[in-house]
């Protein structure tokens, strides 16, 4: 059974960092593109960033251009989210997702179940 699980999620005030990580089981995910996506209540599920299946490219949403990076560890099946420059409006829940390739829809085959991220003002 493959499952994704995503951590490091929490309460963080504003300007701060927060690292996001999601480890892989059931199969790995050498081949995948990774990504991460995040959705607010009452919105739909937003791309945030994405990374080929061998690092050579990586893609951000403009609102988060700058301040997250996005990075993979095969040996480890685990890829991760560093966020840094938190504002309020990153408030969501965010999930992992994998994909043989990469696209900015929520049309993953593989996600994680979410964890909270909350920046207070």
């Known amino acids: 059974q493959v499952q994704l699980v995503e951590s490091g999620g929490g309460l963080v005030q504003a300007g701060g960092s927060l690292r996001l990580s999601c480890a892989a089981s059931?199969?790995?995910?050498?081949?995948?593109?990774m990504a991460w996506f995040r959705q607010a209540p009452g919105k739909e599920r937003d791309f945030v960033a994405a990374?080929?299946?061998?690092?050579?490219?990586?893609y951000y949403a403009d609102s988060v251009q700058g301040r997250f990076t996005i990075s993979r560890d095969d040996a480890k099946n685990t890829w991760y989210l560093q966020m840094n420059s938190l504002k309020p409006e990153d408030t969501a829940v965010y999930y992992c997702?994998?994909?043989?390739?990469?696209?900015?829809?929520?049309?993953?085959?593989?996600w994680g179940q979410g964890t909270q991220v909350t920046v207070s003002s």
């Open positions: 997702a994998a994909n043989r390739a990469v696209v900015r829809r929520a049309e993953y085959d593989y």
């Open positions: 059931g199969r790995t995910f050498g081949t995948f593109a």
């Open positions: 990374i080929t299946w061998n690092s050579d490219r990586t």
